[in-house]
């Protein structure tokens, strides 16, 4: 492993902030960290950077214990979501600063500002002036400064987190396109789930300072750890249930669940592509409450007599007006027993 965390603790005033962190980034491999604000994310990139000294635990990095090692030593590159590039200095200038910083000659520096320029995506911008760039440019730029020391680790601190919706959907597909073809190991910290499942290998959910779940997109989006990460990851439709065989009892009445699925008191999760829209007089009846366009589809918001609130999701010619009466049938294919 390139990086392990062995039960790595940051206190702050007696509050475990990071509590007995366990986690481990091979190389190569591109790891996101998520979760919602105040749960450890950033705290966690600043103790692997040596900017947050731990409280307990280990920082490992290629096999060395970190313990006492200064940031500036540790052959990591630290992006954070301010950019934090040097105004008095031109874009070149701001590429160079950390091979300046490890002694590498003028003409060598010169032809990798370039080189790495070009990667990111802006050929021939070395004498650009910091304020004429645009927030996408900036966030090039301190990229490029980050990878011209060429760090074994890569950490990035929101990377994308200033920046507008289809500015932010561009650039991740780019970062997971540069990441792949330089081989470079990442460790980044986001809020925003989207950003996190395109751009990462494994995903890394947190919750007050722990490690909630750990899998690879795919694993994390299909089946959520438990309630907290279902939510988290914007899926509404979590209700207690008791299960017994392949049926669970819960508000919304009898569900199907999966074969296997883990009996007893449970939570369940039916994502809102498993919510079938049916006549009025068939399954659970609901009223349309409000639709909200995705853009890809329409979550339709219903509300049956008694229980709570269900969401749909349907393709936007087939959404009901709010008001009107449907009913409503459950996929067991889309429906979860969490653990």
């Known amino acids: 492993m390139l990086l392990s965390l062995d039960e790595a603790t940051v206190r702050f ?13 091979a190389e190569h491999e591109v790891v996101c960290v998520l979760g919602p604000s105040g749960s450890g994310k950033s705290t966690l990139l600043r103790a692997v950077a040596g ?32 950019h934090q590039l040097f105004p008095q200095r031109d874009v070149g200038a701001n590429v160079a600063f950390g091979l300046r910083m490890h002694g590498v000659a003028k003409g060598e520096r010169d032809a990798e500002v370039s080189r790495l320029l070009g990667l990111v995506g802006l050929p021939g911008a070395a004498r650009r002036a910091v304020a004429s760039l645009s927030g996408g440019e900036q966030q090039r730029v301190a990229l490029a400064r980050a990878l011209a020391p ?42 925003d789930q989207s ?3 395109a751009l990462a290998d494994r995903v890394v959910v947190m919750r007050d300072g722990r490690i909630a779940q750990s899998g690879t997109p795919l694993e994390v989006w299909q089946r959520p750890a438990d309630a907290f990460v279902a939510r988290f990851l914007g899926f509404e439709n979590v209700v207690p249930a008791t299960v017994a065989g392949t049926a669970a009892d819960s508000p919304w009445g009898k569900l199907p669940v999966p074969d296997g699925s883990a009996q007893g008191r449970r939570t369940v999760l039916v994502r809102p592509a498993g919510v079938r829209l049916v006549s009025a007089d068939q399954g659970l009846a609901c009223t349309v409450t409000a639709r909200t366009f995705k853009g890809t589809h329409v979550a339709v918001h219903l ?8 969401e749909a999701a349907c393709p936007l010619r087939d959404a009901p007006e709010p008001g009107a009466s449907v009913g409503v049938e459950f996929d067991v294919a889309e429906t979860v027993v969490l653990d």
Do not use: I, K, N
Request: no cysteine.
């Open 195 to 197: 950003e996190a499942f």
């Open 303 to 310: 509300q049956p007599a008694d229980g709570p609130r269900v």
């Open 150 to 191: 060429r760090p074994r680790l890569l950490m990035l601190d929101e990377p994308l987190g200033q920046l507008d919706r289809s500015l932010r959907e561009r650039l991740v597909v780019e970062l997971r396109e540069l990441f792949g073809r330089l081989g470079t190991t990442v460790l980044a910290v986001t809020h």
């Open 51 to 82: 900017l947050q000294p731990l409280s307990g635990g280990r920082v490992v990095l290629g096999g060395r214990d970190q313990a006492g090692v200064p940031a500036h030593r540790r052959g990591v590159g630290l992006m954070f979501q301010d």
């Open 13 to 25: 005033g007696g509050r475990a902030v990071l509590d007995a962190v366990a986690l481990d980034v």
